[in-house]
């Protein structure tokens, strides 16, 4: 009995200390024998003074003046907007609605800031991260240094969603245009890149709806599309496609296969696959699981125009070959070209006649003036001139 006595003596003292405080949650009333709820709890220096309506005030120099309901908590934590939330030293929680949790740390009107340091002064906006800054309305920024604009989503360390609608995500990742999107370490769409994508380790995306895909692709032309490692489309709805392809500054150019590049404006799609697949005057593709040849030729026609001498003809060379003077032309190794390959002689000459022989020797025929022969290879294993068919004489025009 004399413990139980003893202890309720201590929660008297207790009660009386409590009451005493500032900023006390509830205390005992000493004259009515009751405990007594504090419906304005607060603690800590200056908090007595800085309290607002029915909120919580806790830490030195803390302060809810002004609030309804807030709650400030930390040594020089605010939260002086209505409903708002401040906890951590020197955190701000003003407007209403607002939360910031965290050092040092800001938030605005229905907004969420955590983190040393961090901002949330968009409206609706939610800031996580040390320094992370998310200053448009509605905007999300996530990371270390992240920072984003109106309806904007940055999250990464140094991600920087300048753009209005804009993402980006990754290290130091930059969207800088309005609806443009840039994911991977330093991605970047610039200040130029409306509504674009770049999306890989160091690509670039500053053309207006461009896309670049891939590490360090870059299509810097409005509508180009880079896809591959170190691609480029730099020309006006250019394509590059493939690891190294480029467009290599051509208008209107299309670069598919790894380092492709079309030379001219006369060569503007430029294709770089297998060799194998180009043989002679062909080039084998599949469409729809079957096996074709395209006809593919360097040039069509050639004019030679000089003296006697000999032309050697290749698996590339021009099937349709004019002379203007007397010549010797070798027809190439069957083993070099395919069957079907044709090679085509005019002799536009007012009296010089034109030989053509197989490469191997064996027979030749003679293409006398104003009159054209037709050479067509009939078998890769033969040799001579039986290989190829010889179709002629047709007289020119």
Not at 48 to 56: H, V, Y
Not at 246 to 253: D, L, Q
Not at 377 to 384: F, K, M, R
């Amino acid at each position: 009995m004399t413990r139980f006595f003893l202890f309720l003596a201590t929660l008297l003292l207790l009660g009386a200390c409590v009451a005493a405080q500032d900023g006390a949650v509830s205390a005992y009333d000493t004259v009515s024998g009751t405990l007594q709820t504090v419906l304005t709890p607060r603690w800590g220096a200056g908090t007595q003074t800085n309290s607002g309506t029915d909120t919580i005030t806790y830490g030195t120099n803390a302060t809810t003046l002004g609030s309804t309901q807030g709650v400030a908590s930390g040594a020089g934590a605010s939260a002086t907007g209505n409903y708002s939330t401040a906890v951590g030293p020197g955190t701000s929680a003003n407007l209403n609605w607002g939360t910031s949790v965290g050092s040092g740390c800001t938030s605005g009107t229905e907004a969420f800031a955590g983190g040393t340091s961090a901002s949330a002064m968009g409206y609706e906006s939610t800031a996580l991260g040390f320094i992370a800054n998310a200053y448009g309305d509605r905007s999300v920024s996530i990371g270390p240094i992240a920072s984003s604009a109106t309806e904007a989503v940055a999250t990464g360390q140094g991600a920087n969603a300048s753009g209005v609608r804009s993402i980006a995500h990754g290290q130091s990742a930059r969207a800088g245009a309005e609806g443009a999107m840039a994911m991977g370490v330093s991605a970047d769409t610039g200040t130029t890149g409306q509504f674009s994508i770049a999306h890989g380790a160091y690509s670039v995306a500053t053309g207006v709806s461009s896309g670049a895909f891939g590490v360090q692709a870059r299509a810097t032309a409005s509508f180009a599309l880079a896809w591959g490692p170190n691609s480029l489309a730099d020309v006006l709805s250019g394509i590059a496609h493939g690891v190294n392809a480029t467009t290599n500054g051509i208008a209107g150019s299309v670069a598919i296969g790894p380092s492709a590049s079309p030379l001219d404006v006369a060569h503007a799609f430029a294709l770089a696959i297998n060799p194998a697949s180009l043989n002679s005057q062909t080039l084998g593709v599949t469409i729809n699981g079957g096996a074709y040849l395209v006809q593919a030729y360097a040039s069509p026609l050639l004019v030679s125009t000089t003296g006697s001498g000999t032309t050697t003809l290749t698996a590339s060379s021009s099937p349709t070959q004019v002379f203007t003077s007397s010549r010797t032309v070798v027809l190439p190794a069957p083993s070099t070209v395919q069957p079907g390959t044709e090679f085509r002689v005019i002799n536009l000459s007012n009296s010089a006649s034109v030989t053509v022989q197989p490469s191997s020797g064996g027979g030749s025929k003679t293409v006398l003036k104003n009159s054209s022969w037709t050479f067509v290879c009939l078998s890769t294993t033969g040799s001579g001139i039986t290989a190829w068919a010889s179709l002629g004489p047709v007289a020119a025009a």
